[in-house]
Nanobody, 122 residues
């Protein structure tokens, strides 16, 4: 079965950095676009970033553009999210997801990980 396993979350101070990883198995990784979403308490899950199958195209939410970088290593079936200049409003559970289309629309994503908590202290 398909598994997406996120790691790398934790507690960091404002202005700090974290690198999230998502290891995929059970699917043809380089057939899929990979996205990162996040969900803060009491809020809907929101789009953060997406990368196409080859890594040649990326897109970001306005709130993270210039601070976050999505990348992938198809040889390792892994997608990454480098998060710099973190702010308290970045605090959320971060999820990776797989889709046949590189889109911000979460309804299109077929598979989801269990999430990893990121907490940014002020």
């Amino acid at each position: 079965q398909v598994q997406l396993v996120e790691s790398g979350g934790g507690l960091v101070q404002t202005g700090g950095s974290l690198r999230l990883s998502c290891a995929a198995s059970g699917l043809t990784f380089n057939d899929n676009a990979m996205g990162w979403f996040r969900q803060a308490p009491g809020k809907e899950r929101e789009f953060v970033a997406v990368i196409n199958w080859s890594g040649g195209s990326t897109s970001y939410a306005a709130s993270v553009k210039g601070r976050f970088t999505i990348s992938r290593d198809n040889a390792k079936n892994t997608v990454y999210l480098q998060m710099n200049s973190l702010k308290p409003e970045d605090t959320a559970v971060y999820y990776c997801a797989a889709s046949r289309l590189p889109t911000y629309y979460r309804g299109v994503y077929d598979y989801w990980g269990q999430g990893t908590q990121v907490t940014v202290s002020s």
